[in-house]
């Protein structure tokens, strides 16, 4: 195990009618002018939106508003957050909404305070100071809830690009399993998804002896094979939904992934299917993990076989492999990236696009542009 920093000091408060608490929470964490920040009608279809409004309204905290988030968040919106936040001289931003939303939220925490371009951030810049950052999450999926990270897409580039500081891990965190109980199932299988690979990109590592990291992955997976078929043939089992959302934080505020070696190949690789043809995240993971397992077994098993044996309860790697690609069709999930609108032809571009020119990407595999081309070819 290498040495390691870990602090994860995000205020969860978890379960039914926990967003009540929210004028509390942002005032405790210094908030006195707000910006609500979410995507689009869902939350006020859903009556959140009125719910968390009154309570700012009774508790006497002043706000103003912007949704319009959309999946794979944008620059151009994030520009004029800051612009708002930096004329109503806002002090907390308040996300409400899935991980979209919380990375926008991120993102205009950052840059409002920032005498440059926020994009610096985006290309490689470490977030030292940003407004603090609260959130009411509503799918559990990314796990910005609980992370350092945050993800935009440039639109006139269609770069996706991820930041990190710990400055804009939220203050806190609401998450009310209940209001995942409406997502469509596509939505929440993708979640799932999304979950899982956050946990094998940090689980697939060539650091030995990592046991006590190794067995919360397998444990978190196990979960979310065993949770997620739930919610799909219902999606009102509160337990099942807790479990997943809970998972999700765990699987990306970093827990499972210190001490060791990470990989991200999978997500980077994906980014260009959620920038070009607008692939849900985790639907777009979906494909591209199982193409990128069996490319990089093939070169480095070693990992894959305690996968095959841990989580799978198989002897090989093309079954637990197989059996995955399975579990993936079996909760409504893509198997093809010309699903998305992608062709044969465009691999070279995307592959290209990823951005590492004569470098390379991931860390259980180092793979080149022709390698990622390749995989791209495997998710056809």
Known sequence: MQNFSFCSPTFFEFGKGAEGRTAELIKKYGGSKVLLHYGGGSIKKSGLYDRVVANLKENGLPFVELGGVQPNPIDTLVYEGIELCRKEKVDFVLAVGGGSAIDSAKAIAAGTIYDG???????????????????????????????????????????????????????????????????????????????????????????????????????????????????????????????????????????????????????????????????????????????????????????????????????????????????????GMPSSITEFGAKEEDIPMLAKHTGIGDGTMGGYVPLTVSDIEEIYRLAL
Request: glycine residues 8%.
């Open 117 to 331: 371009d926020f994009w610096d951030y985006y290309s490689g810049k470490y977030i030292e100071e940003a407004l603090p950052v609260g959130t009411i999450l509503t799918i559990a999926a990314a796990g910005s809830e609980g992370s350092s990270n945050s993800v935009i897409t440039q639109v006139e580039t269609k770069l996706k690009r991820g930041a990190s500081g710990e400055v804009i891990r939220p203050v806190f965190s609401i998450l009310n399993p209940e209001l995942t109980q409406t997502l469509p199932p596509y939505h929440t299988a993708a979640g799932s998804v999304d979950i899982m690979v956050h946990i094998m990109e940090r689980y697939f590592s060539n650091t030995e002896n990592v046991e006590v990291t190794d067995r919360l992955c397998e444990g978190l997976l196990l979960t979310l094979i065993h949770q997620t078929p739930k919610v799909i043939e219902n999606p009102n089992d509160y337990d099942a939904r807790a479990n997943i959302m809970w998972a999700g934080m765990l699987a990306h505020n970093n827990v499972c992934g210190v001490g060791r070696d990470q990989d991200w190949a999978s997500h980077g690789i994906e980014h260009e299917l959620s920038a070009f043809y607008g692939a849900i995240h985790g639907a777009g993971l979906a494909v591209i993990s199982p193409a990128w397992m069996k490319f990089v077994s093939a070169k480095n098993p070693n990992k894959f076989k305690q996968f095959a044996e841990r989580v799978w309860g198989v002897d090989s790697i093309n079954t637990a492999i197989t059996r995955y690609e399975v579990f993936l069709k079996s909760i």
